[in-house]
Nanobody, 114 residues
């Protein structure tokens, strides 16, 4: 079955950096669109950034210039490099895969202290 396993979350001070990873299995990763979403307490899940199988990206305005998505098809892994983190980036970050169907990871907590 399809599995998406996120890692790399944690606690960081404002201005710091984190790198999230999402390892995929059970799908043809190179042909899948991938994305990172986040959900803060009391808020709806929102798109952070998506990347197509061709490498085209779509960033939320709130993270443009600070976050970078990348994918390594040889490792079936998508990454999210997060720089200049702000307290408002605090959320559970979820990995999403789309290839005919939608799949979600279990999420990883990112907490940014002020």
């Amino acid at each position: 079955q399809v599995q998406l396993v996120e890692s790399g979350g944690g606690l960081v001070q404002a201005g710091g950096s984190l790198r999230l990873s999402c390892a995929a299995s059970g799908i043809i990763f190179s042909m899948s669109a991938m994305g990172w979403y986040r959900q803060a307490p009391g808020k709806q899940r929102e798109l952070v950034v998506g990347i197509t199988s061709d490498g085209n990206t779509n960033y939320a305005d709130s993270v443009k210039g600070r976050f970078t998505i990348s994918r390594d098809n040889a490792k079936n892994t998508v990454y999210l490099q997060m720089n200049s983190l702000k307290p408002e980036d605090t959320a559970v970050y979820y990995c999403k895969a789309y290839k005919g169907a939608i799949y979600w990871g279990q999420g990883t907590q990112v907490t940014v202290s002020s």
